[in-house]
């Protein structure tokens, strides 16, 4: 086990390497002059240039690289050029904010969609069934921003429970994490019907219903563990996914989360927040990988055996 | 229609006209019509029949355990004279695992493998029981321990593959029997394990049987197992029993005319090689719609027009033996002329043919390896010996038989003849060439000469292709004649392998497994190979088919002057159509000579094992049950027993097994054994020795 964990921390690491370096070789090669941002478009070529050598980028590649890749490891991801913000700290004001709401995101999908999953697989081809196929694909034809916008009206303008904006209150995740996990399910309830119904299939089901437990239990106990794989897959996707793509439900919302900040600075040409959003980014999905992962080990004793032999 | 009346009103198990249909897209399906059973308490039923007969549906009936679209019609099944089929699921499930419990087939795929040992057992303990956690822990322990578990407490935490095949099914049978059920449904309960393992299952489930006082239903299609582990026999096809008596009834004096043929079907261990086996023609019949008359007319050669009019009834000059046949076999008939066509084919065989031809294939001391966790850490530091130094030679138009239990290694020397495998030591020469010693065209011409044939054909074959392009295939590959000519001579080898030239436009779904097979060999002919590797050809057929199968690889071989490499688990098969054999045993060789020395004079421990462990489907005297020869389970393949690697389980080993591996010693005419203390003296004939020198 303790080999499994070590194996997969240093491929995370060195993973997250490659994305800071690719990072790095895109933001050279862009055509952007970050002096002529800084000094605004007005300004003299005397000035663009001494700027252009305070911010040091008149030395060679590797020395950039290097230097860039010291400040990294010391949590330095620069100044904004169009603000002058601290990039570091103003990713770690907005990371929780879209944590929060994808996490909540992605467990709604989970629940909504897992559930959803076992209803129609134990009712095969009944009402029941598509009952909840209906549901689940419902969720995926409405638009989120159309979704989250009478969600709004409803519970957020006639009867106000949740708040119309912002992320005072603590209630504020309630109504977006809804809007993504509703529109989300869909995938979860078809993968995981398909799952369970290839589970129930199998001989261990039938050994289990010889034991005279009830077919609920057998679906429960049973079969579910055993068809969890492809959606725990999924989930980690999808968590990655939304990291970046909350854009739109944040914009409803007023959250000011990643995906704000992310819209802002590609609008303004802000290389390094960009950099930092992407870099942020990267290393949450590493670690959603290895989390996946876990969870597979966790899932099926089989794993881990395979892995290490 | 009423069975077994006589012990009618004691019996535990008393089944009456019971009816069970399968409505499916293509029509009602009458998989089980009328059958009728009884079992008493401590008594074991043998229920057998072939794939499709219905015996595991009437089995499944018992505890409503049906697949979807199914369901019983009609009839009554009366536990302790309660009627079971009226009553509600709920009140079924009450009943499952706790007075009626199954044991199915494959353990491994019948263990939930993410769960638990000890999970899965106390599981129902637990339910039925309402016993807390800790008391169905330590129940589940001592069920462990009275399935002769190795180790229990260790086993409680541990998962299904983590266990040996012996030992999964082992803890199935421990799960099934944790509530101390009245009747135990063995489904093929042995049908997944290998000889030795299998023989000491079914001694487990004898001696529970008895020390429990359960019923047992043996459902099997394997006539070997009913005739040592059954007290009373059924005899099922097309969803009815068609014959019913006690075992030595069935074996000694058969009288149904389907009982009769399956019997013949099975090669037994002193059959007459040079006779053709009895098969039974055509295929059982489409049970959504039922024939007028006797289900089995088609397929039998005695049957009248009385026969298809209408249906016998199960009744006999007994109470004890019924059977549902109007032309029965005759009791005082010493035996019934076979018809002609039994006897030719392979009369002519030079049986010295061996030494006389020139070997198309030879092994020298090979070896092949495989390393075991293979990772970052740990790369290339343990291996799986899985060939080790074996030698051996086959002559051209010889059929050498390769024997063992899985995980012997009996495949990969398969593999490694057709060159799909590279031998790490050692070489593998086929007309006096190695593979790797040829140039590129030389080996795709090589390709040609050697071929493979599936134990399974379907999951062998494209599902998407239909047969005629599947056949094509290889001369496509091989860039061999023109597409008219590739058509014809596909036409041609359909022919030879007896099927109809419409199948060319059919998929491999819509044939029958035997057809399959028949498509099989006719694939591997397509580029007329000298030698053909057949691993486990008719393992997963159906006895009547598998005898078609046989005797149809005997036909091919003469016509096409092969030579055959059989790899297969079941000895009666091979015994019947090797001229020569190989046993193996952890990789290694450990006895080879012709077959019938062989079978007859065994020098090696361990071949004596594996011929006793064969169920044999004759009368035991005094009904005698079958014991198992050879106890435990293989060893390590990683860490194989120093020596000899038989010793841990050879009831002949001693200090000189451990310390120093026994090599090939001659004991006759090329037959030699790898062991220290051979069950045959050394040079059994030295004169004969003497002449093959």
Partial sequence: MTRFIIRRLIGGVAVIWGIVTLVFIIGDALPINPARIIAGPNAPASVVRSIYNQLGLNRPLPQRYLSYLWQLLHG????????????SQALMQRLPFTLELVTLSVIGELLI??????????????????????????????????LALVLLYILGYRWPIFPLGGVSSPSWVVLPAFTLAFTGAAYYTRIGRASLIEELSKDYVRTARSKGLKPSHVLYKHALRNALRPIVTMAGLDFATLMGGVLVIEQVFGIPGLGTLAWTAVLQNDLPMLEGVIIVIGVVIVIMTILTDFVYAWLDPRVIVRNTG | MVGNVAAGDTALLQVNDLHTDITTRQGVVHAVSGVSLCIDAGETVGLVGESGCGKTMTAMSLVRLLPGGAGITSGSIKLDGRDLVPLADSQIRSLRGSQISVVFQDPMTSLNPTMAIGHQISESFRLHRSASRRQARSRALEVLGLVGMPRPSERLGEYPHQLSGGMRQRAMIALALVCEPKLLIADEPTTALDATIQAQILELLDNLRQRLGMGMLLVTHDMGVIAGHADRVLVMYAGKIVESAPTEGIFADPRHRYTEALLKSVPSLDQDRSRRLSTIPGTPPDLSHPLRGCSFAPRCSFATDQCNESEPILDGETEAHRYACYHPRSTTAASVTEPASHKAGRSQRPTTLARESPPILSLASVSRRYPVGAGVFRRGSESIKAVSDVSLTVAQGETFGLVGESGCGKSTLGRLI???ERPDEGSVLINGTAFDALSKPQQRQRRRDVQLVFQDSYSAMNPKMRIGSIMRDPLRVQRVGSAAEQRARVTALLDSVGLPQRVTDRFPHELSGGQRQRVGFARALTLSPKLIVADEPVSALDVSVQAQIINLMQSLQSEFNLTYVIVSHDLSVVRYVADRIGVMYLGRLVEIGPSDAVYKHPAHPYTAGLLESIP??????????????????????????SGCPFRTRCPRAQDRCANEAPILRGFSSGHSAACHFPLIPVGASADDIGRTI
């Fill in chain 2, 418 to 420: 057709v060159a799909l």
């Fill in chain 1, 113 to 146: 969609g897992v559930s959803l999953a076992m209803i129609a697989a134990a009712h095969r081809r009944s009402f029941w069934d598509g009952a909840a196929s209906v549901t689940a694909l419902s969720g995926l034809m409405l638009p989120s921003f159309w």
């Fill in chain 2, 616 to 641: 044999i489907p004759r009368l035991q005297q005094g009904n005698a049950k079958q014991g198992s020869a050879i106890r435990g389970e293989l060893p390590s393949a990683i860490h194989p027993p």
């Fill in chain 1, 76 to 87: 330095d991801l620069g100044q904004s050029y169009a603000t002058n913000q601290n990039v």
